[in-house]
């Protein structure tokens, strides 16, 4: 058969092949992009769908009104839960003693917040710990460290001692009694009564002050320095919290003059003289000797290293690494200082691991110093990124009509977990972390008082700085200041709508929780996962009867014992440069 009228003409025969040929460009690149685009799509479909999984074990009961598109997921997982059980029983497992029960507290949902903000309110029960606290990691952080280091001897008539505004006190009469040392608790006489006769209950011997500046030494932390440096039969040269030099021999110097101190913390080394202790010569005289050990909360770095190997794995492994900020107060600042720098290491170690960087063995126990030289001064490298004025201009623009007020690649680029302290009214911390200045206004000129009695809250806030907070000042944030009006109606909700009885810092934490994620929420393009907020529920409202959760006695305080609306502290947050508002 004769083909040949098929052939073009040799005019048109090249032209045709550079056709076909762009044709077969074009299609290519068309593929090759379509290909690509599918491959990011599916890629971030996949990467919503894993952070669901995991936001949907703490995904709570739903009101049929107002359902959103994640409730069939949600169902999902509530079915999943039940079907496997909601409480997993460490079946065949046996702990020793008390010291087995602590740590290990489960992250719980609040429901009730969660489901106003629209964000995921999340909560370490602390509470859950034997002694009730928190504190429990730490009294078993520092007698652990002390008897490791041979300081402490069980069973030798030993007695720690500690001034405490209760919760360490009765984590440390707890951990004391089951090893067999004496306690001894030097508390403020304003203390609910509650504490105070749990105290008497555990067997310590108690002593209450008036309230007094740190540097009176009638100060209830300097009180149980001075009757730990009056115990005991055997002498031991260790420092006091801030050592001044120490001699190539080890005997301690303060001002040129040789010092001889009862007051042994975990960091110390025990020292002997001939001169000075008794039976220098029997080589069991150290282990067998009753001694004073001032437990030292505030300045003891064990507190940090117990929040930092506790309470911060604890919170990263159960959250898998999706929070969006921590939130928690500073009594001691060891919770929040250990928490925050564990969980920015992780986070700097994440971003290096995603971008493709090796920066060593990320399982190894290097100790936070390590951390702090490759991660060190976060914030100040943060502050060096800004997008230039042409990326930011078309956001700028779409963020007016879809709410979002942060630079989208910002998020992406960079993973970040916020640090904020909630802070209540008469303490300083908050300016330190907002303004870097020390300050409070109940401090001012004409305002300041004798015996400063500033908040019906116990546990939390400080006008001073403490070694375990400075530990890790440079990681923090933001701070958050919290009334005691608004504790107090904190309260009140969470055990109306949600079944919890907590004390009054534990109010406090979720007023700067709730502030936080409203705030991260309006941050974030509108369609984007609701911020994860983690806070901490600190102790049980069974220590506050005759304070915080009595009636009369907040009346007296110009307080409402009836209000729980919180409808103020769900209202949008201010801007980020509004002037703060006056205490």
């Known amino acids: 058969m004769d083909l040949s009228w098929l052939q073009l003409p040799p005019s048109l025969a090249g032209r045709g092949r550079r056709s076909f040929f762009l044709v077969g460009v074009v299609s290519g690149i068309t593929l090759s992009l379509g290909s690509l685009a599918t491959a990011l799509l599916l890629a971030n479909v996949r990467a919503r769908r894993r952070r669901r999984r995991r936001l949907a074990r703490f995904a709570g009961r739903t009101s049929t009104s107002g359902r959103s598109d994640r409730s069939d997921e949600l169902d999902s997982g509530r079915r999943r839960r039940r079907a496997g059980g909601i409480i997993d029983i460490r079946a065949g497992q046996v702990v020793r003693g008390v010291d087995g029960l602590i740590g290990n507290t489960p992250l719980m949902r609040i429901e009730s917040l969660s489901e106003l903000t629209g964000c995921e309110i999340l909560a370490k029960a602390e509470f859950l710990n034997p002694g009730g606290s928190p504190k429990d990691r730490v009294a078993k952080q520092i007698l652990d460290d002390a008897e490791d280091e041979g300081l402490l001897h069980p069973n030798t008539g030993s007695c720690i001692f500690e001034g405490t505004v209760g919760s360490t006190g009765i984590s440390l009469a707890t951990l004391s009694r089951a090893r067999g040392y004496r306690c001894s608790i030097v508390i403020p006489d304003d203390v609910a009564r509650e504490k105070a006769e749990l105290l008497r209950k555990l067997g310590a011997e108690i002593d209450a002050v008036r309230p007094r500046g740190i540097v009176d030494p009638r100060h209830f932390v300097n009180e149980a320095r001075a009757r730990a440096e009056a115990f005991g039969t055997t002498e031991l040269v260790g420092p006091h919290p801030h050592t001044d030099e120490q001699s190539a021999s080890g005997e301690i110097f303060d001002g040129g003059e040789k010092r001889s101190d009862l007051v042994v913390t975990t960091n110390a080394h025990a020292h002997r003289s001939g001169s000075e202790t008794t039976h220098a010569d029997d080589a069991d ?3 067998t000797k009753p001694r004073g050990f001032f437990a030292d909360q505030f300045e003891n770095v064990s507190n940090f290293y117990a929040h930092y190997h506790g309470t911060g794995p604890e919170i990263w492994r159960q959250t898998g690494g999706m929070l969006d900020a921590f939130v928690a107060g500073a009594g001691t600042g060891g919770t929040l200082s250990g928490v925050a720098v564990y969980l920015q290491q992780q986070v700097a170690e994440a971003n290096a691991s995603d971008s493709g960087s090796d920066d060593g063995d990320s399982d190894s126990d290097s100790g936070i110093f390590t951390s702090w030289l490759r991660f060190g001064n976060r914030r100040s490298a943060q502050r060096r990124w800004a997008p230039s004025e042409d990326e930011v201009k078309p956001w700028e623009e779409e963020k007016k009509e879809s709410g979002g007020l942060e630079w989208p690649g910002q998020r992406e680029a960079e993973r970040r977990i916020e640090i904020v302290l909630a802070d209540p009214q008469g303490s300083g911390l908050f300016n330190k972390v907002k303004y870097g200045v020390m300050f409070n206004q109940t401090e001012a000129e004409g305002k300041r008082r004798r015996h400063q009695v500033d908040t019906v809250v116990e546990g939390i806030g400080l006008n001073r700085l403490t070694k375990n907070f400075e530990m890790g000042l440079d990681y923090f ?9 608004e504790a107090l109606r904190m309260s009140r909700h969470l055990v109306l709508r949600d079944g919890l009885f907590l004390g009054s810092s534990s109010a406090v934490n979720c007023v700067a929780a709730v502030r936080t994620a409203l705030r991260l929420k309006q941050q974030t393009r509108k369609g984007g996962e609701p911020p994860v907020v983690v806070t901490i529920l600190c102790d049980s409202g069974t220590r506050h009867l005759s304070k915080f959760w009595d009636d009369d006695a907040v009346r007296k ?26 205490s």
Do not use: F, Q
Not at 477 to 485: C, G, I, K, M
């Open 285 to 287: 005289d150290l282990e």
């Open 557 to 582: 305080l110009g307080l409402d014992p009836a209000k729980n609306d919180i409808s103020d502290i769900l209202a949008a947050p201010a801007p980020a440069d509004a002037p703060p508002a006056s």
């Open 477 to 485: 944030d933001s701070a958050e200041r919290v009334t005691d009006d």
